[in-house]
């Protein structure tokens, strides 16, 4: 049993090891089953060693802070990897080059980045993520992405091999790029320049005050539930919904948010089947009244 060798072999790792791991903790929405194996490596040799010994031989996701994924109520029948704080250390090269690790939050790069007098970041403070789910999705806001600060990323395959992509070698597209599914985040290099400390911090100011305004806090959500449909309409998402979807719609404790029609949340002990069913009648309604077919910007996981 393949559970027998991951147990044996959390005995040599340093990192943690949990099995039959209850997941809904681990995700905004607050849903979600249990996973096989939860791992949190302690640093790089631990995840290489796991690789090596089951990289090939398992279903592996890797969990960020779970800003923009929808778990499934049987779970996840493999391993959840949990990359610890070993893999959010950040740092400044002399030209306003700020290196971070995967597991990072978009904002405290932002931040770093004011605090050393660098600009062009401060979009990253009002995505609610870590640098390896921003790198996969091509996270943006308020008209800057990823891929226009991206200098560089480091990861890690399937065989425990260290990989460093330079990001002209990256296709980019909204909110997804061309690199292989299973590769496995470790760090970024992003491009700054000179801009003084209080100019980056009103900057941001500003931004998050913008973000504040028009979506929910403090609420369990997934952020964005569905990508703007570009080159089908001019249209926003929450314009579709508003046009198409009755208010106060719900299915068990699964409801859109009043702040933001894009935004759903658990409002009372929501399941999976109660989100999914939310997701398809939106989708299916919008279809019907507008011709757009939307696509999931959340991660379905399980």
């Not at 250390?89 to 978009?106: F, H, Q, Y």
Request: net charge positive; with cysteine; glycine share 8%.
């Amino acid at each position: 049993m393949q559970v027998d060798s991951l147990k044996n072999f959390s005995k040599q790792s340093n990192g943690k090891f949990f099995f039959d791991y209850d997941l809904k903790k681990t995700n905004w929405f607050n849903i979600g089953g249990k996973a096989k194996a939860f791992f949190k490596p302690e640093n790089l040799n631990d995840l290489v060693n796991f690789l090596r010994n089951f990289g090939n031989k398992e279903k592996i996701f890797t969990l960020g802070v779970g800003s923009n994924i929808l778990i499934k109520d049987q779970g996840f029948d493999g391993v959840v990897l949990k990359l610890g704080k070993n893999f959010s250390n950040i740092s400044i090269l002399p030209n306003k080059t700020i290196i971070a690790g995967s597991a990072t939050m978009d904002k405290k790069v932002a931040e770093f980045a004011s605090e050393n007098d660098i600009g062009n970041l401060e979009f990253l403070s009002c995505i609610p993520g870590s640098v390896g789910g921003g790198i996969r999705m091509n996270s943006g806001c308020f008209g800057s992405e990823f891929k226009d600060v991206l200098l560089s990323v480091q990861a890690i395959d399937r065989n425990g091999k260290v990989l460093t992509i330079p990001s002209s070698s990256i296709k980019f597209g909204y909110r997804k790029n061309d690199l292989p599914r299973d590769l496995i985040f470790l760090s970024a290099s992003f491009k700054g320049k000179f801009k003084k400390q209080d100019i980056v911090e009103k900057e941001i100011e500003i931004l998050k005050t913008k973000k504040d305004k028009a979506q929910p806090t403090q609420v369990k959500t997934g952020g964005s539930t569905f990508k703007n449909p570009i080159g089908q309409t001019d249209k926003k998402v929450w314009e579709l919904i508003k046009l198409s979807i009755p208010k106060n719609i719900s299915f068990g404790g699964a409801a859109i948010s009043e702040k933001h029609l894009n935004f759903f949340v658990n409002k009372n002990k929501a399941t999976f089947e109660d989100m999914k069913k939310l997701i398809d009648f939106v989708k299916k309604n919008v279809k019907e009244k507008t011709g757009v077919n939307l696509d999931l910007e959340i991660e379905i996981i399980g």
